[in-house]
T-cell receptor
Framework: GDSVTQMEGPVTLSEEAFLTINCTYT??????LFWYVQYPGEGLQLLLK?????DKGSNKGFEATYRKETTSFHLEKGSVQVSDSAVYFC??????????????FGKGTHLIIQP | KAGVTQTPRYLIKTRGQQVTLSCSPI?????VSWYQQTPGQGLQFLFE???????NKGNFPGRFSGRQFSNSRSEMNVSTLELGDSALYLC??????????FGPGTRLTVL
């Protein structure tokens, strides 16, 4: 079945550091890929998405490129802020355009940004 | 951006009881999905409802059930609660490209 693998952390960085959170996936077909962020005590917020190979999703300074050849969707940000501290989830939808079996999530990466 | 309201936000039950959680999409989304989030298992898909019909179900026992009403509101029921059912239960509505928009969740604690 489908699966998503990401580093679980915690990942601790200093403010203004460069961020990379790795995500690789296994899926049949052509999944859509997503990054979600979860702040303490809240639900999941969609951060960015990519629906086909070589698409780059971006939002709030975060970027991720859909790499079909390496089955990866790594999250990057050039300069992190304390407010970026949260848990980040990589996810895929095995049926592009509509989740027949829901989203498949990675375990989540806890990011801590120190001032 | 879709809005989803979940009630209650927090719930405490004891083993053997049953519980019903509610999810209300703000706009007229016909597809509603439920997920369970625990520290050990992470985020797992429970089921999806579309126009009042269950379209898919994840790998959960029959104690977990749900339904959807004609106004798209959905309820999730768990019977004979177990300690391991303690979790954050998230409801989500679907976007146009497979993405899902989540509510704030209901935190269920089973004692």
């Amino acid at each position: 079945g489908d699966s998503v693998t990401q580093m679980e952390g915690p990942v601790t960085l200093s403010e203004e550091a460069f961020l990379t959170i790795n995500c690789t996936y296994t899926a049949t077909g052509y999944p859509s890929l997503f990054w979600y962020v979860q702040y303490p005590g809240e639900g999941l917020q969609l951060l960015l998405k990519a629906t086909k190979a070589d698409d780059k999703g971006s939002n709030k300074g975060f970027e991720a490129t859909y790499r079909k050849e390496t089955t990866s969707f790594h999250l990057e940000k050039g300069s992190v802020q304390v407010s970026d501290s949260a848990v980040y989830f990589c996810a895929l939808d095995g049926y592009s355009g509509g989740g027949a079996d829901g989203l498949t999530f990675g375990k989540g990466t806890h990011l801590i940004i120190q001032p | 951006k879709a809005g989803v309201t979940q009630t209650p936000r927090y719930l405490i039950k004891t083993r053997g009881q049953q519980v019903t959680l509610s999810c209300s999409p703000i706009s007229g989304h016909r597809s509603v999905s439920w997920y369970q989030q625990t520290p050990g298992q992470g985020l797992q898909f429970l089921f999806e409802y579309f126009s009042e019909t269950q379209r898919n179900k994840g790998n959960f026992p029959g104690r977990f059930s749900g339904r959807q009403f004609s106004n798209s509101r959905s309820e999730m029921n768990v019977s004979t609660l177990e300690l391991g059912d303690s979790a954050l239960y998230l409801c989500a509505v679907s976007g146009g490209w497979g993405e899902q928009f989540f509510g704030p969740g209901t935190r269920l604690t089973v004692l």
